[in-house]
């Protein structure tokens, strides 16, 4: 595989229930990224881990837990969502943290019901 | 005020025709500048990456900076069905940890 992939593509979940995104990047970079993005707005930064390290939090709720285990790997972590909180989730990578052109992968379309 | 200003459109051309896509910004220390196409169900795909003012063409797409203005610039020559997307620009200082993100514009070109 190449590229950045994202699993699972679609996600239904009650707001009482537990699930996690996965994104791996297969390009040797060490800054990872998530992103919302909701309609009509402009794409959302919610984490950057570089080399494995949280370097960025935009004062995202605590119901969303990001974990990065490795340079290749990330995800995110999910518990008690709102309705509000339906949107894609994106992961991005880029060689280094600072403007560094990112890319992304197709991001997970979640519904909370 | 909005980091950056980007007309969601949607905007509707003919087949051929030149399209230009354009976003304004707010914060003079911008000095890195991306577009990405984003088809319908995908991710962003880059486009354009370019530093500071100037020119920079690529096939038929051409980035066009202007610091000046804090206005910045994609066209799209000889548009053909399959650049019907959204096309969000971005932007960056050179201290800046994270890029600003236009809300996109969304483009048909009808065949």
């Not at chain 2, 880059?46 to 096939?59: A, F, I, Q, R």
């Not at chain 2, 202007?66 to 053909?80: C, E």
Request: charged share 15%; with cysteine.
């Amino acid at each position: 595989e190449t590229g950045v992939t994202q699993t699972p593509r679609h996600l239904v979940m009650g707001m009482t229930n537990k699930k996690s995104l996965k994104c791996e990047q297969h390009l040797g970079h060490n800054a990872m990224y998530w992103y919302k993005q909701s309609a009509k707005k402009p794409l959302e930064l919610m984490f950057v881990y570089s080399l494995e390290e949280r370097v960025e939090n935009n004062s995202v709720p605590s119901r969303f837990s990001p974990e990065c285990p490795n340079s290749s790997h990330l995800f995110l972590h999910l518990h008690t969502l709102q309705p509000e909180d339906s949107a894609l989730y994106l992961c991005a990578s880029s060689p280094g943290q600072l403007n560094q052109p990112q890319h992304f992968g197709d991001g997970t379309r979640l519904s909370i019901l | 005020q909005k980091e950056v200003e980007q007309d969601p459109g949607p905007l509707s051309v003919p087949e051929g025709a030149i399209v230009s896509l354009n976003c304004t910004y707010s914060n003079s220390a911008f000095q890195y500048f991306m577009w990405y196409r984003q088809y319908s169900r995908k991710g962003p795909e880059l486009l354009m990456y370019t530093y500071s003012s100037g020119n920079k063409e690529d096939g038929r797409f051409t980035a066009q900076v202007d610091k000046s203005s804090k206005y910045i610039s994609l066209f799209i020559r000889d548009s053909q069905p399959s650049d019907s997307a959204t096309y969000l620009c971005a932007m960056s200082s050179n201290t800046g940890n994270q890029f600003y993100f236009g809300t996109g514009t969304s483009l048909t070109v009808i065949p």
